[in-house]
């Protein structure tokens, strides 16, 4: 009963189930750096089994917000939860629930990709049994029984890619953090991640995706997200979003029209 909570109602004890909260809650949070608001009063939600999009041109702040999703940064104010525990005062056990896939794949390059799977799973502290199960598992997943037992540094750009979302996904985790997963792939690895991605998905984890790949995001997402300097401009599913912007084209004509939208109403 760990990831439990209880509450006393009325002399009663109650237990409260976490995994009715959602996996992610940033709750009212901006990030300040100097002078400039990076992210301002940030509100969002994103439920178990949902595969969220986060859009933004490049400045807009999905950086600054993916940082702080993954405890790299903390908020100037606000704050943010996963699965229910705060990253700021409960961060270890926050942690233990996210893997985070940068958009620049690092592996250490003395280590075989066997080695480094299993480094993976004693830094989660896994026993030892249920590594060598998931290894095995993630080899026929990715397709790394080729070159699951050669030196990384070997590695082609897209033989990285694939072991890196190898080693994220070994733990289980909760939630899965994706930032431009996509670039450098070819067709037949971006089609097996957006395979893996709507899976993952299926089996009640959350996805929180950043990729200026809108194509692929307006096939994979239940819902999508636009932050435009520092703001969450818009919210909601395709269908809704088309509504908003007032055009029923493709992803890519609303979310150009509403960050042209926003940037009129900045100017004014």
């Given at each position: 009963m760990g990831s439990d909570s209880f509450k006393l109602t009325d002399g009663w004890l109650m237990v409260i189930d976490s995994k009715l909260s959602p996996a992610i809650e940033i709750m009212d949070v901006c990030k300040q750096y100097?002078?400039?608001?990076?992210?301002?009063?940030?509100n969002l939600s994103v439920n178990r089994g949902e595969l969220f999009a986060f859009l933004g041109p490049n400045g807009a702040g999905k950086t600054t917000t993916i940082k702080m999703l993954c405890g790299l940064l903390f908020p100037s104010s606000g704050s943010i939860?996963?699965?229910?525990?705060?990253?700021?005062?409960?961060?270890?056990?926050?942690?233990?629930?996210i893997s985070y896939v940068p958009d620049l794949p690092f592996l250490y390059e003395k280590l075989t990709g066997r080695?480094?799977?299993?480094?993976?799973?004693?830094?989660?502290?896994?026993?030892?049994?249920?590594?060598?199960l998931k290894i095995e598992e993630m080899i026929q997943l990715f397709g790394l029984g080729e070159f699951v037992d050669e030196l990384t540094e070997r590695y082609s750009h897209g033989m990285r890619q694939r072991m890196v979302f190898a080693?994220?996904?070994?733990?289980?985790?909760?939630?899965?953090?994706v930032d431009e997963p996509t670039v450098g792939l070819d067709p037949k690895s971006v089609r097996k991640l957006k395979d893996v991605l709507r899976s993952q998905a299926d089996l009640g984890?959350?996805?929180?995706?950043?990729?200026?790949?809108?194509?692929?995001?307006?096939?994979?997402?239940?819902?999508?997200?636009?932050?435009?300097?520092?703001?969450?401009?818009?919210?909601?599913?395709?269908?809704?979003?088309?509504?908003?912007?007032?055009?029923?084209?493709s992803l890519e004509q609303v979310f150009l029209e509403m960050t042209k939208e926003n940037q009129e109403q900045n100017e004014k």
């Open positions: 100097g002078s400039k608001l990076a992210v301002d009063h940030m939860k996963i699965c229910g525990y705060d990253l700021k005062t409960q961060g270890d056990d926050a942690r233990r629930l080695e480094f799977l299993q480094f993976i799973g004693d830094v989660y502290g896994m026993k030892r049994e249920r590594v060598d080693s994220a996904l070994l733990h289980e985790p909760e939630v899965l953090v984890k959350a996805i929180f995706l950043s990729s200026h790949s809108l194509d692929i995001v307006e096939e994979v997402a239940d819902r999508i997200g636009i932050i435009f300097q520092g703001k969450l401009v818009a919210c909601g599913s395709l269908e809704s979003l088309r509504e908003q912007s007032g055009t029923g084209g």
